[in-house]
């Protein structure tokens, strides 16, 4: 089935027919909706009002949602000016990432009431109705899954709430359920859903039953995790349980965990394999992320965009180099940081900087990518690199040029004969600060970056490489650092690395990393760090240094506060004249640092909901 188009006049009709009056005039039906009779017995229009809700999901970061949600917690730089407060600011206040939307939620509960309802007909099989419910249930499941992990406990209401308009609304406010109790749910309703949703992903955009699986791994993994670790720091936990999971519970839910994941490893949940399209690994690796053909059976369950329906956004007129943009200015907000970068190992699967030399003596390079060589192919297929190639044209970063005696010329303008079209300039929005664009999710198709168009690359919810890692951190949770070893060198090697990991080189430091660098733009960093709690030691508040990034590679807990760049300059005389070295920069707009606070591990329920309900308690350390 293709992606699912939504008819929003139709989708009004479930949310009226919860709200019923006494009034004669009320029970006329509007003339601009359809009854919800006649919705709920026609499988087009079911659709069509799932198609509302599923567009309605709530991911962290999204391509729909704009660049912004990828450029935080130094992994990149925002350049643009009025984005800039994500590197002047120094930390987070207590209401970031939040989500409260039992608008939502009621609309969910609304459909299910209304399509259990519904009779089996010649128009609608016993096999519809099993999957709609099931699909409407995944959807609340994992909007659940949303909430509890940027919240924890919240309250846990799977049915429409009816107001009686008597004066007394106390009937209708529910406490907040125990975090875990709100896990449960989600892991639960999976389990119960799984058999009723397709066992094959011919339609990546609608649950399957991979997609409940892919779920639940998660949300087990988190629930495993936030037992474990939330012994680390005791006073993010309220005694009523509301936010906290007792240690006794992890090896349960680390148990869910690699039991769902294998689910889809050994194909119960239909086909699935890491992309392997391409015999090229770093355009093999940034092709995942662009492939939305039947080749591509690595991407489980999508948020899609389809140009000809007029569903498109705007990632990629954001985020384009700028030499390369469409429209010539519009381009170049998102660059990763050198703190990233550093991140990817070599080939032979150990940590090394790049090496750029000292301050003394620099190492100059034939050509830019030169520095790059013989890495993780995922660096190149993540992070466009100084001297690489997009929609058919190389990249022009360079910084200025340098003499054999160690003067820099440079320029405050780029494009000039000193200065790159695509900077790096400090401070000149639009193009790099770092020295590097992104280059996940960017689309080469022409045309994809014009304002006008935009691009249908879809959003990667759910994936097979990450359930390949859940199942590694849970077995190596599980104490089984072979099984562990197993599932993480499965990535690796699509990623050209060499060297196998034993069961003695599985630890929490190589989870963390593998996670980080396979995972990276899609999400998942400010979740893994806080259910890890390794947020507050992570973004400290204290400065970064260059020093900090190349002598703590690998490390879990290693500080990263601030985004750090590597710039190119051109040599211009002497013995290697023409050659290119690199100089660390951080960039001049980096004056704040980020701090993660233990207030931050939940995000603040508004004043305005606890006025409302008074029976929802306030999160602890806010």
């Not at 384009?320 to 970068?341: H, I, M, T």
Request: proline share 4%.
């Amino acid at each position: 089935m293709k992606k699912i188009i939504v008819y929003s006049i139709v989708g009004l009709a479930t949310a009226l027919s919860g709200c019923k009056k006494d009034s004669d005039f009320l029970d006329i039906p509007p003339v601009q909706v359809l009854p919800s009779e006649t919705v709920f017995s026609d499988p087009a229009l079911i659709l069509s009002v799932l198609g509302d809700l599923y567009n309605r999901q709530v991911d962290f970061s999204s391509l729909d949602g704009g660049w912004r949600t990828f450029a935080d917690f130094s992994e990149s730089f925002p350049s643009e000016n009025g984005s800039d407060f994500l590197v002047t600011r120094s930390g987070w206040g207590y209401g970031e990432w939040g989500t409260w939307d039992y608008g939502y939620i009621r609309d969910l509960n609304l459909f299910l009431q209304r399509m259990d309802a519904t009779e089996v007909s010649t128009k609608i099989t016993a096999g519809d109705k099993a999957r709609f419910l099931a699909e409407g249930r995944f959807l609340r499941a994992n909007y659940y899954f949303e909430m509890v992990k940027r919240m924890g406990g919240v309250p846990l209401i799977i049915e429409p709430m009816q107001y009686d308009y008597k004066g007394d609304p106390t009937y209708l406010q529910r406490p907040r359920a125990k975090e875990a109790e709100i896990y449960d749910f989600v892991i639960s309703e999976a389990e119960e859903i799984k058999n009723d949703l397709p066992a094959n992903l011919a339609d990546k955009s609608r649950a399957t039953k991979a997609a409940a699986l892919a779920m639940e791994s998660r949300a087990a993994l988190y629930a495993g995790s936030i037992a474990k670790y939330g012994a680390t720091t005791p006073t993010v936990s309220l005694s009523t349980g509301e936010v906290g999971i007792a240690a006794s519970q992890a090896n349960g839910y680390y148990t869910i965990a690699l039991r769902a994941a294998n689910e889809i490893i050994d194909q119960s949940a239909g086909t699935v394999s890491l992309y392997r399209a391409l015999p090229d690994l770093e355009e093999n690796f940034a092709a995942i992320f662009l492939d939305k053909s039947s080749v591509n059976q690595e991407s489980i369950f999508i948020e899609d965009f389809k140009a000809f329906a007029g569903k498109t956004h705007g990632f990629t007129t954001n985020d384009q180099p700028y030499s390369r943009s469409d429209e010539g200015g519009d381009a170049g907000r998102l660059n990763p940081s050198l703190n990233l970068v550093e991140q990817f190992e070599l080939l032979n699967g150990t940590f090394a900087p790049l090496p750029i030399g000292t301050s003394a003596s620099r190492i100059a390079y034939n050509n830019q990518e030169d520095l790059f060589a013989g890495r993780d192919a995922r660096l190149r297929g993540t992070i466009l690199v100084p001297g690489a190639y997009f929609k058919s044209g190389q990249l022009k970063i360079k910084a200025g040029e340098i003499t054999s005696a160690g003067t820099i010329v440079t320029t405050d303008a780029s494009g000039g004969s000193l200065v790159g079209t695509d900077g790096p300039v400090n401070g000149l929005e639009f193009r790099t600060q770092t020295g590097f664009y992104i280059r996940k999710w960017l689309d080469p198709q022409t045309g994809s970056g014009r304002r006008g168009r935009g691009s249908d690359v879809a959003f990667i919810r759910y994936r097979f490489g990450e359930v390949l890692l859940n199942a590694a951190e849970a077995a190596f949770e599980l104490g089984q650092p072979a099984v562990a070893a197993g599932f993480m060198n499965q990535v690796r090697e699509r990623a050209g690395i060499t060297t196998p990991l034993t069961a003695a080189d599985i630890n929490f430091d190589r989870i963390v990393h593998e996670r980080r660098v396979e995972l990276a733009f899609e999400g998942h960093i400010l979740f893994d760090y806080k259910r890890w709690r390794i947020a507050d030691k992570v973004w400290n508040g204290d400065a970064t240094s260059y020093s900090d990034i190349i002598n703590n590679l690998g490390k879990a807990t290693a500080k990263s506060t601030q985004p750090w760049g590597l710039w190119p300059y051109r040599v211009q005389d002497g013995a290697n004249a023409g050659k290119w070295i690199y100089i660390e920069t951080k960039p001049s707009r980096v004056t704040g640092v980020n701090r993660f606070q233990l207030g931050n591990y939940y995000s603040a329920i508004g004043d305005d909901i606890r006025a409302a309900n008074p029976t929802i308690v306030r999160q602890p350390n806010q």
